[in-house]
């Protein structure tokens, strides 16, 4: 069975700080990784997706993939208490966007940015 | 930035009603279409997935019969909860297939009563 696991939360930090999401995969066929957002009560929305080894910065976000070790992880720098949210780590065999892109969430970490 | 509406987003419904939920891709046409459901606190969970002009893949689980999807154009899907139970109340939550990624629509929050 394909799984997806995130580190448990909640994870609280403190307002300027790093938060650090975890995220680990259990088929080695997967291709795509995907980091979603999900404020209470709404849809998720797409922080950022990674393909490829390595690290992908957009802004405040870093996403960091190793395959080898089946591992991806979402830096969030400079938090603000506005990224409070529950965080979903997801991963397709596939590009996202194709049928193939059948997405199998994490369970989510619930972060708190506290003043 | 890619935008995917659904309709409507709150119903209460008796038990035994049918309800139909709309998504719709607004500024790009989606081949591939996806459903999801998320109960209290927990995560998505795959339903189906929908192809403009063919059959839904349904994941292992989910009552074809009871749910009904249907996806006539590249930018609608509907999915209709056909004799709703109290069980069925959920966040249901549509995605629409985009280079790369999918885009989630504001999702549609059933309670059958």
């Known amino acids: 069975q394909k799984e997806v696991e995130q580190n448990s939360g909640p994870l609280s930090v403190p307002e300027g700080a790093i938060a650090s999401l975890n995220c680990t995969y259990s088929?080695?066929?997967?291709?795509?990784f995907f980091w979603y957002r999900q404020y209470s009560g709404k849809s998720p929305e797409l922080i950022m997706f990674?393909?490829?080894?390595g690290d992908k910065e957009d802004g405040r976000f870093t996403a960091q993939l190793n395959k080898a070790s089946q591992y991806v992880s979402l830096l969030i720098r400079d938090s603000q208490p506005s990224d409070s949210a529950t965080y979903l780590c997801?991963?397709?065999?596939?590009?996202?966007?194709?049928?193939?892109?059948?997405?199998?969430f994490g369970q989510g970490t619930i972060l708190t940015v506290h003043p | 930035g890619a935008v995917v509406s659904q309709h409507p987003s709150r119903v209460i419904c008796k038990s035994g009603t049918s309800v139909k939920i709309e998504c719709r891709s607004l500024?790009?046409?989606?081949?591939?279409m996806f459903w999801y459901r998320q109960f209290p606190k927990q995560s998505l969970m795959l339903m189906a997935t929908?192809?403009?002009?063919?059959?839904?893949?349904?994941e292992q689980g989910v009552e074809k019969d009871k749910f009904l999807i249907n996806h006539a154009s590249l930018t609608l899907s509907t999915l209709t909860v056909t004799s709703a139970h109290p069980e069925d109340s959920s966040f249901y939550i549509c995605?629409?297939?985009?280079?790369?990624?999918?885009?989630f629509g504001p999702g549609t929050r059933l309670l059958v009563l």
């Open positions: 990674i393909y490829s080894n």
């Open positions: 995605s629409a297939s985009h280079p790369e990624t999918q885009y």
């Open positions: 500024d790009f046409q989606a081949t591939t």
């Open positions: 929908s192809n403009e002009g063919s059959k839904a893949t349904y």
């Open positions: 997801a991963v397709a065999q596939g590009a996202g966007g194709t049928s193939y892109g059948k997405l199998t």
């Open positions: 088929d080695r066929g997967s291709q795509s």
